[in-house]
C-alpha cells in the first residue's frame, strides 16, 4: 500500500476544492497549480500590502485544497489498482 500524503491533513474543506476546480478549466492540472503556489510563497516573502497577503492566502487555500483532493483521487486509484 502506498502512503506518501499521510502528511497532507484531511479536512472537510472537500466541497471547497471541488468548486474551485469547478471554475478551473475541465481538466485540473496539478504542475500549474503548484506552481502558483510557489510564486505566491515568493511574493508572501516580498513585503507587500495587507489586502495583497489577504488574496494570496485566500488563492493559496483554494489551490491547496485542490492540489489535496487530486493527490487522494490518485493515492485512492493506485490503491485500487494493486489491490487487483
Do not use: H, V, W
Not at 500524503?5 to 504542475?31: E, G, R, V
Request: charged share 30%; with cysteine; net charge negative.
Amino acid at each position: 500500500m502506498l502512503i506518501f500524503i499521510n502528511i497532507l491533513p484531511k479536512s472537510s474543506t472537500l466541497a471547497t476544492s471541488l468548486k474551485f476546480m469547478a471554475k478551473q478549466s475541465k481538466t485540473f492540472n496539478f504542475d500549474e497549480a503548484y506552481d502558483e503556489l510557489q510564486n505566491i510563497l515568493e511574493s508572501i516573502q516580498e513585503e507587500g500590502s495587507i489586502e495583497k497577503l489577504e488574496a494570496q492566502i485566500k488563492r493559496a487555500s483554494e489551490l491547496l485544497s485542490a492540489c489535496k483532493t487530486k493527490l487522494r483521487t490518485i493515492e485512492s486509484t493506485i490503491e485500487k489498482t494493486l489491490n487487483e
